[in-house]
């Protein structure tokens, strides 16, 4: 089955600077990679997901690339505000399946 | 988006009762719904996905004894919890797929459930 596994498991940076997160997956049949945002007693937020047919994806401040060949997908936040302190989790499936997340990480802003 | 309940969103029981856990899809039809379950500080572990009109698929090393899973219809999804102990306390989440065109997955808000 997908295995999914998430680097780093905490992060600290300095508001401001830019924050990347970085997943590697198993199964070369997965096709869609979402990436959540969960507070404390809340539930994951999606906050940008990619599909198997592109490389990269931006919304504003938050951007996803996608490594096919070397299965590996990130996160890259840019100019951190404190509001993005949270757990972000990656996830990969086959579209409409089951989703198997990385294990997380804990990004902290310091302003 | 599309809206997933769930209800309740907390409860407490003694050890040994059965707690039941509803996951409404309110605004779309989910022919399926995934139930994760969420320890403190740890990620998502999917349990099981339930089919409408069939069995659910238990992923190992879940009970399907012990967690009883109903998908009587397309918008309603219910997690029972039997014979609960301390160990089965936790967060538990629903979610459902839209089926069109992405499949995007939406998150019911979970229901903390605490055995004593």
């Known amino acids: 089955g997908e295995n999914v596994e998430q680097h780093p498991s905490t992060l600290s940076v300095q508001e401001g600077d830019s924050a990347v997160i970085k997943c590697t997956y198993s199964?070369?049949?997965?096709?869609?990679f979402p990436w959540y945002k969960q507070e404390l007693g809340k539930r994951p937020q999606l906050i940008i997901d990619?599909?198997?047919?592109?490389g990269e994806k931006k919304d504003q401040r938050i951007a996803v690339t996608l490594n096919k060949t070397a299965k590996h997908f990130s996160l890259h936040i840019t100019e951190t505000q404190p509001e993005d302190s949270a757990v972000y989790f990656c996830?990969?499936?086959?579209?409409?399946?089951?989703?198997?997340f990385g294990a997380g990480t804990i990004l902290r802003v310091k302003s | 988006g599309a809206v997933v309940s769930q209800h309740p969103s907390w409860v407490i029981c003694k050890s040994g009762t059965s707690v039941k856990i509803e996951c409404r899809s309110l605004d779309f039809q989910a022919t399926t719904m995934f139930w994760y379950r969420q320890f403190p500080k740890q990620s998502l572990m999917l349990m099981a996905t339930?089919?409408?009109?069939?069995?659910?698929?238990?992923e190992q090393g879940v009970e399907k004894d012990k967690f009883l899973i109903n998908h009587a219809s397309l918008t309603l999804s219910t997690l029972t919890v039997t014979s609960a102990h301390p160990e089965d306390s936790s967060f538990y989440i629903c979610s459902a797929p839209v089926e069109s065109p992405y499949n995007e997955q939406f998150f019911g808000p979970g229901t903390r459930l605490t055995v004593l």
């Open positions: 996830a990969a499936s086959r579209w409409g399946n089951k989703l198997v």
């Open positions: 990619i599909r198997s047919n592109v």
């Open positions: 199964d070369s049949a997965s096709n869609y």
């Open positions: 339930s089919n409408e009109g069939s069995k659910a698929t238990y």
